[in-house]
């Protein structure tokens, strides 16, 4: 955080009237040889911003039997000011202004003396206040929600949202975040059907509870499981692989059946899940098929709760080699599609299983078949270095003898 100083110099300033004040001066009114025993002076700045206000010095006389002091308080705007409350009498310079965060504040000045013979004189004042810097969130839109950070006390957010156009977070309106000069857009990701947040990264005022908002009512991203996994992740199923259900996770809202909006009571890795599970493999796994032969492709689109098969799914296949989708044969245990191909290579297959209905989910998944004898490009070498060793060894031998 950087420390800024805002100077404020009393210059032609005179209080209760006096008749003649040199300039920086700020003395009591005099009458005769009699000074009054007090007056208050006021003066309202405008920081421009919302600030976080730290300390006041001043440079002044204060003889024997004499004291200056002051106070503060502050609000939005400078009508508000005559409302707020002021702080307590700050009377050593260095001191705390003890003020709430805002764009204007108010300073009253006393002084005071027992004799009136003599004077305190304010020559000047400084109030120092700290500069928050606003946190780094250019991933995280207002248009869907996310807190316009210029416009609030960054060091106490409430109802802080950081929310993108798949999913958001959103803190409760009686909570608030020090966000001041935070990195959101490297610790936090809100994707498609997960949020991720490095929270050691973080201030701890972020760990806390806050509500998970999820665009999830065509059930695209899951049903009823919500997965929590410790740690920082950037795509949801990785989250989801450890299979770990949160436990913790409560106030459950859904649209259409399926989950939208749940709430959290401390940040890691949330993600909702699927219930279903794709597996895919071919006739030849673990081996190379042959050029030309038959080579059955198998796919396995199960319910992860009960592990049974579902039935009347839409699962297509494609290839690398040709991208134009193509419908599984559903044999009651799995689907599968038999092809060959005329060339040797290593070639991907994608699969894309789907079905109507509440608790099922469009999964992708890909895998390759290697065709034909190929050799690994890996034993090439190692078969190419083998026999330059033995050459070199041949060669060796022949100059001995």
């Known amino acids: 955080m950087k420390r800024i100083t805002t100077t404020i110099i009393v210059t032609f300033i005179t209080i209760f009237l006096a008749s003649s004040v040199s300039a920086l001066n700020l003395t009591l009114e005099k009458t005769g040889e009699t000074y009054a025993s007090s007056g208050t002076w006021n003066y309202n700045i405008d920081s421009l911003q919302i600030r976080t206000w730290d300390n006041i010095t001043w440079f002044g006389d204060e003889p024997a039997n004499t004291n200056i002091k002051f106070r503060a308080r502050t609000a939005v705007d400078e009508s508000s000011l005559s409302s707020a409350i002021w702080s307590s009498d700050i009377e050593n310079s260095g001191d705390s202004l003890n003020v709430n965060t ?40 207002t248009d869907y929600g996310t807190t316009n950070f210029s416009a609030v006390d960054i060091t106490n957010v409430t109802n802080l949202t950081l929310a993108t156009e798949d999913s958001g977070i959103q803190f409760p309106e009686s909570y608030g975040v020090n966000a001041s000069g935070e990195d959101y857009d490297s610790n936090i990701i809100i994707g498609d059907c997960f949020v991720a947040v490095n ?15 999820f665009n999830n009512s065509d059930g695209h991203c899951g049903d009823n499981i919500i997965y929590e996994s410790p740690g920082f992740y950037t795509v949801a199923h990785a989250i989801r692989a450890g299979n770990k259900r949160c436990t913790f996770c409560d106030q459950i809202e859904r649209n259409n059946s399926f989950i939208t909006r749940f709430r959290v009571p401390h940040f890691s890795s949330y993600a909702i899940g699927s219930n279903t599970r794709l597996d895919i493999y071919d006739s030849f796994e673990g081996s190379n098929a042959p050029v030309g032969g038959d080579i059955i492709f198998y796919a396995n689109y199960t319910n992860k709760t009960s592990g049974l098969y579902i039935a009347s799914a839409d699962c297509k296949i494609w290839f690398s080699d040709n991208v134009t989708q193509i419908s599984m044969t559903d044999n009651s245990n799995n689907y599968n599609y038999t092809r060959n191909f005329s060339s040797a290579a290593s070639y991907t297959f994608y699969v894309n299983c789907s079905k109507l209905g509440t608790g099922y989910n469009t999964l992708n998944v890909s895998d390759d078949v290697n065709v034909g004898n190929n050799v690994p490009e890996f034993i090439l070498l190692t078969l190419g270095f083998g026999m330059m060793v033995v050459l070199i060894g041949l060669f060796i031998l022949r100059k001995k003898r």
Do not use: C, G, K, R
């Open 199 to 213: 929270s050691s990264a973080l201030d701890s005022s972020f760990n806390a509870t806050a509500y998970l908002t």
């Open 102 to 141: 805002n764009q204007w504040i108010e300073i009253e000045v006393t002084l005071e003396t027992t004799d009136t013979s003599v004077t305190p004189i304010l020559y000047n004042f400084t109030i120092n206040y700290v500069d928050m810097a606003e946190p780094t969130s250019s991933n995280f839109s």
